[in-house]
């Protein structure tokens, strides 16, 4: 995931409630309807709050896409969220991110995991995937 304006964290991101967050998927299926989902961590896949192919629009494209960047804005109401990518307008998930942390303001973010420089490789939540589709945190 990378964040405009974010503030790196050891497992993710953070982030001002409403600012644009962009979304690089690599390796994915490659089916016109394969789509990315904003989600509140722990919730259900159903319980997205915003959605988009890889095209970056509500359509489907005329073409499937195996690698993209698509971009939302951060939800207002801090809390921890993460990103998930599922294949064929379904819910078979293919990878998600780590934590994207929304904040009111870079004053009050809590660090949910510690040092906020650990390197990457200290980072065993850093990369979730299945097959071979992922996310990147950068």
């Known amino acids: 995931?990378?964040?405009?304006?974010?503030?790196?964290?050891?497992?993710?991101?953070?982030?001002?409630?409403?600012?644009?967050?962009?979304v690089s998927i690599g390796g994915g299926p490659g089916n016109a309807t394969d789509w990315i989902g904003l989600y509140e961590?722990?919730?259900?896949?159903?319980?997205?709050?915003a959605w988009?192919?890889?095209?970056?629009?509500?359509?489907?494209?005329a073409v499937g896409l195996t690698d993209a960047t698509v971009s939302v804005l951060a939800p207002v109401p801090p809390g921890t969220y993460e990103f998930r990518f599922f294949a064929n307008n379904g819910y078979t998930l293919l990878?998600?991110?780590?934590i994207v942390m929304v904040a009111v303001a870079y004053a009050n973010a809590q660090?949910?995991?510690?040092?906020p420089l650990a390197p990457p490789e200290a980072c065993a939540?850093?990369?979730?995937?299945?097959?071979?589709?992922?996310?990147?945190?950068?």
Do not use: C
């Open 41 to 49: 961590v722990g919730s259900g896949n159903g319980s997205y709050l």
């Open 95 to 98: 990878a998600s991110s780590g």
């Open 125 to 138: 939540e850093r990369f979730k995937v299945v097959g071979d589709a992922s996310i990147r945190l950068r």
């Open 1 to 22: 995931v990378e964040v405009l304006g974010s503030m790196r964290l050891g497992h993710g991101v953070s982030v001002a409630a409403g600012s644009a967050l962009s």
């Open 52 to 61: 988009r192919y890889l095209s970056g629009t509500t359509a489907p494209p």
């Open 111 to 115: 660090l949910p995991y510690g040092d």
